[in-house]
């Protein structure tokens, strides 16, 4: 499959009091018409790699392309070519839906009319609140206008930083199905989110933490590649359940999630001392193979 998206050695720091290495040789190729997801908690990396692949902040090191086009060199043409949805949707408060919309075709020297078939199925939702101001809409809504205004000059290929952080959970179930129609329109997106379960609805995932990637693969092989058989166990307080796995030796990872306790043991000593626990062997998620991506990291 053709590669858009090409990533070369990337690193990135910042300077300052404190010096963070905030992206360290990253290396990604993303086909045409991929829905390709970086998963990461906050500070992993991901802003960082985006504006740089935006043309928006240089690299230290390493190259990048967007279809052939150099990331430094070529940012103008760039530019014209993609849309960029930075994470806290970057939408004039004061302006309404409809001005909001109005300014950014403006910046691209185009109007609204001209491109509506592009965002028709989104807008049409926002427009009974076109002349709303923008502050005063929901995160979902907004959520809608800043995908329309990243939208309006017909990109190909889309960059979404973030976009369902702080967006309730239908607006989010929402948001990925627009994601899915706007991929049936041959259009490549590389979305960014520190939600794990969004990875599934991605094609392909790299998963990014401390500006490293530890894998990239379709998030079903990400869950085939994990190594171990993993349990989880339920008990009366999973705090005190914790704590005491932690102080056997036959133990390789625990940790709390959701309302359970996620354990792998060493070899098959599946000996546990804490009174009436259930323990059962479960399927990894993504967030179980990003756990143990992470601890294989420190080792
Ligand atoms: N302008 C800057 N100056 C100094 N440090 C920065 C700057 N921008 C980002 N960082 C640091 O670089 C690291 C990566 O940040 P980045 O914003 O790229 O990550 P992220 O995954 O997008 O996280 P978030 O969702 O919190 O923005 C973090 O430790 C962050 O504090």
């Known amino acids: 499959m053709k590669s858009i998206i090409s990533i070369h050695h990337v690193s990135k720091s910042y300077e300052g009091r404190t010096p963070v290495t905030a992206l360290q040789d990253i ?12 998963i990461g908690p906050d500070g992993a990396g991901k802003t960082s790699l985006f504006r740089i692949l935006t043309t928006l902040l240089l690299a230290d090191l390493g190259n990048a392309s967007i279809d052939g086009m150099d990331v430094v060199k070529d940012f103008r043409k760039i530019r014209m070519y993609i849309g960029y949805m930075p994470g806290r949707f970057s939408l004039y408060q004061d302006l309404t839906v409809e001005e909001n919309l109005k300014f950014f075709a403006d910046v691209f020297n185009t109007t609204i009319a001209a491109n509506y078939d592009m965002i ?7 427009a009974p609140f076109k002349n709303r101001r923008a502050g005063k809409l929901s995160g979902g ?26 967006v309730d959970p239908v607006s989010r179930k929402e948001f990925w199905q627009m994601l899915r129609a706007l991929k049936e329109q041959n259009i490549t997106i590389m979305v960014s989110t520190p939600y794990m379960d969004e990875a599934a609805l991605c094609d392909r995932i790299a998963l990014i933490q401390a500006g490293k990637i530890m894998q990239v693969d379709t998030p079903a092989q990400v869950i085939a590649n994990y190594p171990f058989r993993l349990y989880k166990a ?20 625990s940790y ?29 998620t ?3 193979c990003f756990i143990q991506l992470m601890k294989n990291e420190s080792d």
């Open 141 to 166: 809504m907004k959520q809608k206008l800043a995908l329309c205004c990243a939208l309006i000059h017909k990109p190909y290929i889309l960059f979404l930083d973030e976009p369902t952080t702080g």
């Open 120 to 126: 028709s199925p989104i807008y049409g939702q926002l």
């Open 27 to 38: 290396s990604l190729q993303i086909n045409k018409g991929e829905l390709f997801g970086l």
């Open 256 to 284: 709390i999630s959701g309302d359970q306790v996620r354990l792998v043991f060493k070899e098959n000593d599946r000996r546990i001392d804490f009174p009436g626990i259930e323990l059962e062997e479960v399927e990894p």
């Open 234 to 253: 339920k008990a009366s307080n999973n705090y005190r359940l914790l704590e005491t796995v932690k102080e056997q030796d036959n133990i390789l990872l």
């Open 286 to 288: 993504i967030e179980d």
